[in-house]
């Protein structure tokens, strides 16, 4: 018996050669973690209402709202599927319009990373919120710290970012500066940004401070994902 293919199967099934290098490239760049490098909208299973809401909202966000630079905050317990439906909206939209995406080159990186691929188009990337501050911490390796700094101008200028469990962090003032400068950043250049957290608003302003937090909600459409 064969069986029905998913959303995602019909349109890498209708996907030329180009086309699926181009998404295969950006994916890559994008770089979700493993465990969901397969999230999509198709295998999300709502268990609640507000699971079923989330999931429509997230299929609603379109081209339109990169460019408008809205985004969202996708917030709830843990186990709710936050980042499965962050990545899987980056995924709705790469492969709805794979033509419409690219991704950024730092030549600074080629003599570590030699087989980088360009094009041209909204550059998405996805971020732990944890790990992208490790990886900014001054020290390391020449290396470690090229990356960082490039991890750095990656979250604060792509198109579309996803900051994965943002209030996961210890609170220093050294944490605090550095998320300060990306949010104000993709804020007033107007770049769509996907949060996701288990913190409430007040603990995130307990975690983080008011000044970020209020420009996350100014710049989000905040979205519970509730068990």
């Keep these: 018996l064969s069986h029905a293919l998913t959303t995602a199967e019909r349109r890498n099934r209708s996907l030329n050669g180009d086309g699926k290098k181009r998404l295969e490239v950006c994916w890559r760049y994008f770089n979700p973690p493993p465990r969901l490098a397969k999230a999509s909208f198709d295998n999300y299973i709502p268990k609640t209402k507000a699971q079923q809401a989330a999931l429509q909202t997230c299929k609603e966000y379109g081209l339109m709202n990169i460019k408008q630079g809205k985004g969202l905050f996708l917030f709830g ?4 599927g936050k980042t499965h439906l ?3 909206t980056v995924r709705n939209l790469m492969e709805s319009t794979p033509d ?6 730092n030549h600074d990186l080629e003599l570590y990373e030699p087989d980088r691929e360009t094009c041209k188009g909204y550059c998405c990337s996805f971020f732990s919120t944890v790990d992208l501050l490790d990886a900014m911490r001054p020290g390391g390796s020449e290396y470690k710290q090229i990356k960082g700094d490039w991890y750095f101008h990656r979250a604060k200028t792509d ?3 996803v900051l994965d469990d943002i209030g996961a962090e210890r609170a220093t003032d050294w944490v605090e500066e550095r998320l300060y400068a990306i ?3 993709r804020y007033r250049m107007q770049r769509a940004t996907i949060f996701t957290s288990n913190l409430s608003e007040k603990q995130l302003q307990d975690q983080l401070g008011g000044r970020i937090v209020s420009r996350i909600f100014e710049m989000t459409e905040q979205v519970p994902v509730l068990g």
């Design 77 to 80: 317990p843990f186990g709710t």
């Design 86 to 88: 962050a990545v899987a």
């Design 100 to 105: 419409m995406f690219g991704v950024q080159v």
């Design 159 to 161: 198109d579309l970012v």
């Design 183 to 185: 949010v104000d950043t």
